[in-house]
């Protein structure tokens, strides 16, 4: 099961609909601070979880429109064998096939309204989850579906400015949970275990001074109260040994950095973020080693925001890889201001949204520019200029170098500078710059278009005779060399 299209309304800075398509299971979100990455994240928490007890409408809708804010998640593939192994039956009327695809799509919305659901009035608000109903048009809330709609799929965040305690959680659906139960093995069928019940079942219901026998005068004074007051009844208490699982999940992660040996609750947000990126590289490498049967594990969403912070570039590439090996069968966002994790980037396996503020309303459009320079694709220069509007001379020369590369195969006399010239005047390029070309002999000027001019001024930093480009200029020349490069 997989996120594959999610719309927000007037969400926090989004003004109005913006509807993203993830077609991929590792999807990157790119741009500057403050324009919507977060946010995102937080929509999608917003519709497992709804409104936070510390937080009111008012705090999550656009201030400009203040209209209705809504999410809408559509989920994709495998939903039912899902719903049948992990959630309730309820669901099923909801799933429904499209183009050979099972879907099933789930809405959060602060509009208060009354519909008619199976002939009886229903009330939707912001505290109720509702699902399509692809024969009544319209989407439902079927009862008692928000108590139970966390059972259908698990979601970990990692945020870049809280502690990320989630991940560290010992839930058999979580990934620390999924990295115990793997490395204890079956730990709980061992002679270690049994004796471990036996002395329990010692402690709590068996001797003389047992915890169980503590407790009869308790439970004969409740006994006499209702047998005076409201009839016949025996009262006891029973302690029983927990479910394994549960008996795992009170476990805690302790850490000794040198200031002594604590929770890992109890650490700092850097070491706490470096646990959690550990964590999941380790449950990348088990993946590798021992993969997963997607249809037999409840969905797992994983959402990392700036995972570079802290971690140095080989760090960062290290991470990625992990990403990329648990993005086969879990779906994973990534909010980032680094290129190193996009060095890896591919079209056809990973989706890049590039987000940014336009005035005062966050956009984010989908790119796949990363791919100007074929098999050599994404380069530095690439990276900073699609995903993070940087201009650069290192883009500009890998373009140009490119270009004139292409134009050599087409007629190797155009490795000679004005030759060259010449094929970009034929693509619209015209040379009307004046370059000095500094020469014992004398100097010698002559006319070059402004790609040149900047490719010279860029491999000539000792001719000094030349007026500087300036950044507008360097704007131009890339964006004319890209539209060059996209006509095959």
């Not at 309204?113 to 079927?142: A, H, V």
Request: charged residues 25%; glycine residues 6%; hydrophobic residues 35%.
């Amino acid at each position: 099961m997989y996120i594959r299209k999610l719309t927000i309304e007037n969400f926090k800075g989004f003004e109005g609909n913006h509807v993203f398509d993830f077609d991929k299971n590792l999807v990157f979100f790119v741009g500057d601070n403050n324009c919507g990455k977060s946010t995102t994240f937080e929509s999608i928490e917003f519709l497992r979880s709804g409104l936070p007890a510390n937080k009111s409408v008012g705090d999550i809708t656009n201030k400009k429109t203040k209209g209705q804010v809504s999410v809408i998640a559509e989920l994709h593939e495998n939903i039912k064998s899902v719903i049948n192994d992990f959630s309730e039956t309820k669901y099923l009327k909801y799933v429904f096939e499209e183009d050979g695809v099972e879907k099933l799509i789930i809405k959060r919305s602060s509009e208060e309204k009354t519909i008619k659901q199976d002939g009886k009035d229903r009330n939707l608000n912001i505290k109720t989850i509702t699902l399509w109903n692809s024969e009544t048009k319209q989407f439902e809330n079927p009862a008692g579906i928000d108590t139970v709609f966390r059972t259908l799929f698990e979601s970990q965040f990692i945020w870049a400015d809280t502690n990320p305690e989630d991940i560290t959680d010992f839930g058999a659906t979580k990934i620390c949970g999924r990295l115990l139960s793997s490395t204890i093995g079956n730990f709980f069928d061992t002679s270690q275990w049994k004796k471990f019940k036996e002395i329990f079942d010692e402690t709590f219901a068996t001797g003389d001074d047992n915890f169980s026998k503590r407790t009869e005068l308790l439970g004969k004074k409740i006994t006499d109260i209702i047998n005076s007051q409201y009839g016949q009844a025996d009262v006891s208490f029973k302690f029983e040994l927990p479910d394994a699982s549960s008996f795992i999940k009170t476990g805690c992660i302790d850490i000794d950095d040198g200031s002594g040996v604590t929770s890992s609750k109890d650490k700092g947000t850097g070491m706490q973020r470096a646990l959690a990126l550990a964590l999941i590289q380790i449950y990348a490498d088990l993946l590798t080693k021992h993969p997963e049967d997607p249809e037999k594990l409840k969905p797992l969403f994983l959402f990392v925001d700036e995972p570079e912070t802290f971690l140095h570039p080989y760090a960062q590439e290290k991470l990625l890889n992990a990403l990329m090996v648990i993005s086969v069968n879990r779906q994973i966002f990534v909010c980032t201001h680094s290129p190193y994790l996009l060095r890896s980037f591919n079209k056809n396996n990973h989706i890049l949204y590039v987000f940014r503020k336009n005035d005062t309303s966050n956009s984010a459009q989908p790119s796949k520019d990363l791919d100007l320079f074929q098999a050599s694709s994404p380069t530095w220069g690439e990276i900073n200029y699609f995903a993070f509007g940087l201009l650069s001379p290192e883009f500009h020369n890998e373009l140009y170098g490119f270009l004139q590369a292409r134009a050599i195969d087409e007629n190797g006399q155009n490795e000679k500078c004005d030759l060259f010239d010449k094929y970009l005047d034929a693509h619209g390029i015209q040379s009307d710059l004046d370059w000095i070309h500094e020469k014992p002999s004398g100097d010698i000027k002559y006319k070059v278009p402004l790609q040149t001019y900047i490719r010279n001024s860029i491999h000539h930093p000792e001719n000094t005779k030349n007026i500087p480009y300036t950044h507008e200029q360097l704007g131009q020349s890339i964006e004319k060399l890209i539209e060059i490069l996209r006509v095959k």
